[in-house]
């Protein structure tokens, strides 16, 4: 809204500045930082007068977690109010990259609040069943790749090789948004902790940062050797929304949180980290960034595949932060180690930009 209204005034005096993607990416952050931070306290009390006694919390997880009883759920709706308003005042209108990646955030915000909406009047960990949700997922992943191809090219690239592998053609479609729904649901899987799925959240949205900036800039791509999306630029503004509101959701959600996210929040931000790996053709490059992510779906795909057919588990327990809890671990330690790791790995990703 405001470059709409600093172009239509002809960018004068100190509105010049609006022009420039870099300071509205810094003004996003703030933006959404100031929103989370001033609508966090009541809309935490509002949650607790709403939903009684909290999420329901699973008998047979660890037995340190039943001390979480009561705890609001659906906190996402914070991040997602934080993300949609800052990206609104400060994105071009134009850029049709940041509304399918709103779109996607939005629309998969609103599937994971159904589901948490599901568990708490129902008071079962259960939610919608997991085929409904999945085809909403996909549908709506769909719609937001179908928008964002008519912008950029249908080829895969690889991390370290420099220039396309194959064009998948209409397969594209499918291919994002496998990943997206892939992401959102290896986030929601990640978030079982205080804090574990928030912090890698934002430092998988960082080196994205990066990467839509010199994705978007013709001179960068060109001599880094990575595809040119003309206008992905512009999801600097979604990516840095997202850290600020993700910021400001970490100092209620810190242990002890005093909220969840819920897969309100988990889903939307796992779904925006998918639609912005699509939308810069760094599908690929994401796994790594995300690959903390990654290896928790993994844990749980692996647990399930091994016990039915053999009866006996790889891990203590799936995801696999409950297998480190239930080794001695305490929360703490695992949330931290956990984002050291993703820390370690969003500098690999990153490192795929010039190793080529």
């Not at 809309?43 to 909290?54: E, N, Y």
């Not at 290896?295 to 932060?321: C, D, N, W």
């Amino acid at each position: 809204m405001f470059l709409f209204i600093a172009e239509e005034l002809g960018y004068p005096g100190v509105l010049n500045l609006f022009r420039y993607i870099t300071f509205r990416a810094g003004a996003a952050t703030a933006t959404a930082l100031l929103i989370g931070l001033l609508i966090g306290p009541k809309f935490i009390g509002w949650l607790r007068i709403r939903q009684g006694k909290g999420q329901p919390i699973r008998i047979d997880g660890p037995q340190s977690h039943l001390s979480k009883r009561g705890t609001p759920t659906m906190g996402g709706l914070m991040i997602l109010t934080s993300v949609s308003i800052a990206v609104l005042l400060w994105m071009d209108f134009t850029n049709r990259y940041v509304w399918a990646c709103l779109f996607i955030t939005v629309g998969f915000g609103l599937i994971g609040f159904l589901d948490d909406y599901d568990k708490v009047t129902k008071r079962s960990h259960k939610g919608v069943s997991g085929k409904t949700r999945l085809l909403a997922e996909f549908v709506v992943a769909s719609i937001g790749c179908f928008i964002i191809l008519q912008g950029t090219g249908t080829d895969l690239y690889i991390p370290f090789y420099k220039g396309p592998v194959v064009d998948l053609g209409i397969f594209y479609i499918f291919f994002g948004a496998f990943v997206v729904v892939g992401a959102g649901n290896a986030v929601n899987l990640t978030d079982g902790l205080d804090g574990l799925a928030t912090m890698p959240v934002i430092i998988a949205s960082l080196a994205f940062l990066l990467i839509t900036y010199l994705v978007g800039n013709a001179i960068y791509s060109d001599y880094l050797g990575i595809p040119f999306v003309r206008g992905a630029g512009h999801l600097t503004i979604l990516c840095s929304a997202i850290v600020g509101a993700g910021l400001a959701f970490l100092w209620f959600n810190a242990p002890p949180a005093a909220v969840f996210m819920g897969d309100t929040g988990s889903l939307a931000l796992g779904g925006a980290l998918g639609a912005i790996a699509v939308a810069t053709q760094h599908e690929l490059v994401l796994v790594i960034i995300g690959g903390l992510f990654v290896l928790e779906a993994l844990s749980v795909i692996i647990q399930v595949f091994f016990y039915k057919r053999t009866g006996k588990r790889v891990f203590k327990m799936a995801p696999i932060h409950h297998h480190f809890e239930q080794m001695g671990w305490s929360e703490p330690t695992v949330v931290i180690r956990f984002w050291i790791i993703s820390f370690v790995l969003a500098l690999a990703g990153l490192s795929t930009l010039k190793l080529r």
